[in-house]
């Protein structure tokens, strides 16, 4: 019987020991994860500053940018992908201009890149479905913008091709120019002068023609300029538009703010001056623009400005084939991510 009391004791003892060894246990632990997480916090903070840093600046061999951790991680930085009815796809031609514009059943071709570039355009839009262009757009006569649409007018259905009505002064006499006049009549294709304030419907959108407004001594100033609008999505393509021909489109009172702004004269120092950049004030920017190229395309001046505002910049010398897909609200953006490979 007393040694039953005894272990029983002895239990009752060793159970109130191992309670405040417990107790006293918890509170180390607690006191030192309160001392080392300050440490650790730090730690952490300071790495993921240096990674930022050495992504942004240093690129430092052997660091990992972010981008390479989302990559290896199999993750995209902007991981919201868009089902939206509305695609604007920026099609690398060289140093050169070529966009597409679906929306739903409607389709617009803008430009279309230098003569050698043809066959390209045409293979791109039959990849893409396109069997009829609802309204073509040739900003401006210039071999890089228009050398290679009369092929391409010969292979589709063609609603209608807008174009500037140039005065006689600045109407030039290349082979360009009387090739894609002879086929628009050959082709019994409607021709219509860009008329500004004119919009056109598409399936759940618009392009409105904001100029030529003025006669001018540079064809580049006589640039078609549209916008295109979706839902709260919209573009801005200005063609090779220099200065002048931005003046007077900011002094018209035209609302020419846009998210994504298509780089005027594939990014020249004669074009996107300051205050119409403030103007259209975009969230993107994209430049279509051949590298190399004895133009010095985009021009530092520019590429400050652009980076000045934080602007999210695309360029086709860089990022090959850029497609901005809308529904009416947000974007995604498809880029060719092996682009710089090849250059």
Request: proline fraction near 3%; charged fraction near 25%.
């Amino acid at each position: 019987m007393r040694t039953n009391l005894d272990l029983n004791k002895h239990r009752r003892k060793s159970n109130s020991a191992i309670r405040k060894a417990a107790a006293k246990g918890k509170s180390g632990s607690s006191n030192y994860a309160k001392a080392v997480f300050p440490v650790i916090a730090a730690l952490v903070i300071c790495a993921a500053l240096f990674m930022e840093l050495n992504s942004r600046f240093f690129k430092i061999e052997g660091i990992p940018t972010w981008e390479e951790v989302f990559k290896t991680a199999e993750l995209a930085q902007s991981s919201e992908k868009v089902e939206g009815d509305l695609t604007v796809h920026f099609i690398d031609v060289g140093q050169g201009d070529c966009e597409l514009v679906m929306s739903g059943t409607k389709s617009v071709l803008i430009d279309s890149g230098e003569k050698s570039y043809y066959s390209r355009v045409i293979n791109y839009l039959k990849n893409q479905k396109v069997t009829r262009l609802d309204y073509v757009i040739v900003t401006h006569p210039h071999s890089d913008h228009a050398g290679g649409m009369s092929y391409i007018l010969k292979e589709f259905d063609v609603g209608a091709l807008i174009m500037p009505k140039l005065s006689e002064k600045i109407t030039p006499t290349t082979s360009t120019y009387y090739n894609l006049l002879k086929t628009i009549e050959s082709q019994n294709i409607a021709l219509q002068y860009a008329e500004p304030n004119k919009t056109y419907q598409l399936d759940g959108a618009s392009i409105k023609i904001l100029s030529p407004l003025n006669d001018y001594n540079d064809l580049n100033n006589y640039s078609v300029a549209v916008k295109l609008v979706h839902g709260e999505n919209s573009f801005l393509f200005t063609g090779d538009m220099e200065r002048e021909a931005e003046a007077d489109l900011l002094a018209s009172g035209a609302d020419i703010s846009a998210r994504v702004l298509k780089v005027g004269h594939h990014g020249s120092s004669t074009s996107t001056s300051k205050d119409f950049l403030d103007k259209v004030n975009p969230q993107y920017a994209v430049i279509e623009v051949g590298s190399p190229n004895d133009y010095g395309h985009p021009h530092s001046q520019v590429m400050k400005r652009l980076e000045n505002k934080n602007i999210e910049i695309y360029r086709t010398d860089l990022n090959g084939n850029i497609v901005f897909v809308s529904d009416g609200r947000i974007f995604d953006v498809l880029k060719e991510e092996n682009k710089n490979a090849d250059n």
